[in-house]
């Protein structure tokens, strides 16, 4: 049955996995009342999360693990180890230092689950690249979104529950791609290896022009998502509502990314995934420069502003893995995309660091920081996008 329907299997797989991401996040507001932490203390701890993604992937590309064990298996290894981890963070908060390690270690696992996860798709719907990995990054933003969900309808329970739920569906990923296995249109290993074999890659002006494209996408992405619950908290409080909201629309906001990333992977069957990708960053990076300046419009304006942002920062994460994917050696495939993943995440704690550190300084206006990222991005991508 799983095989029938392999990429339905991916993606959901894709969605409980990658709901360890942000599940401290989601419970942040609960975390900052009763274990006292403070913006900046949820700062490292999203960053954490990052450090370990970063290395984790770092590892698997230089080691050549991702090209050298079946997928399949690495991906429900990694998911095994996650769940565990994550589930270990409800006792640690004794000791910031120990509640960070244990945040890094979830990172760790996640590299095993996220680039592996692209690896997957491709293995079984090269052919349709673009709007398959639309779906698997729709649901890696449905999973980054899902505490939020899980922890408004778990409000009334204690902030536990939502971070044991995140590790059970976890549990069940690991068992979905365990039982479906590697797709027949890769190589299932690739024997030997050279470390940093992903390196050679860059190489290809095509994809380091789709690598240099996405590296200006994360520096956005991942402290817009940091940033999402504070920016919906200063609109509840103009509108004077209750604090309850900011767990339910920091969930839209985030996970209207996934439709999002379904109608861009549909669109790149018809505009290419080059046309595409540009278009969403170029709205993304137009938000980054005039949401500020918009502060003092009606909250419920900023509300949908938000809902715009949400919709495209995330839309043309899929096409530049596309993009990627078909310009990397596919023999070093999982390689090339992993060592992607680790320099475009790197971005993300500098950017995630000034965001958490200056808002409570700064206000609206620390979103300016995001606004390089965009705008090289789009840099990178003008010999792609002329040329599509």
Known sequence: MLKRHPLITIVIAQLFGTSLWFSVNGVGTALQ?????????????????????????LVIATSGLADRLLASQLFAMAAVCGAIINAAF???????????????????????????????????TPQQAGAALGWLVGMLTLGTASPHLLRGVTLHMPWQTPLLLSSLLA?????????????????????????????????????????LGYFGHCWELYAFWTLTPFLV????????????????????????GMPGCVLAGRASQRFGSARVAFVAL????????????????????????????????????????????????????????????AIGFSLTLPAIALVTSLWSTQGLTVIWWLLPGPLLGLLAMRRLTLRA
């Open 171 to 211: 549990l069940m990923a690991a068992a979905m791609i365990y039982r479906l296995g590697v797709g027949p249109h890769l190589p299932p290993t690739a024997a030997g290896g050279r470390p940093w074999a992903g390196l050679a890659a860059f190489r290809r002006r095509d994809f380091r022009a789709a690598a």
């Open 233 to 256: 908290a200063r609109e509840l409080a103009r509108l004077d509502a209750p604090t309850t909201g900011i767990a339910w629309l920091s969930f839209a906001v985030i996970a209207i």
């Open 282 to 341: 170029a709205t993304s990076g137009a938000l980054c420069l005039f949401y500020p300046w918009l502060g003092s419009a009606p909250p419920l304006i900023l509300l949908a502003l938000l809902l715009l942002w949400g919709f495209s920062v995330i839309a043309d994460s899929a096409q530049f893995s596309a993009l990627a994917s078909v310009s990397a050696p596919s023999d070093r495939l999982g390689a090339a995309l992993a060592m992607m993943n």
């Open 33 to 57: 009342q009763s274990a006292g932490l403070s913006g900046a203390d949820l700062g490292l701890l999203t960053m954490a999360v990052q450090a370990g993604f970063i290395s984790g992937t």
């Open 90 to 124: 409800i006792v640690s908060l004794e000791s910031l230092t120990g509640a960070i390690l244990l945040r890094f270690m979830t990172g760790l696992c996640l590299a095993g689950i996220y680039p592996l996860g692209m690896k997957l798709v491709v293995s079984w």
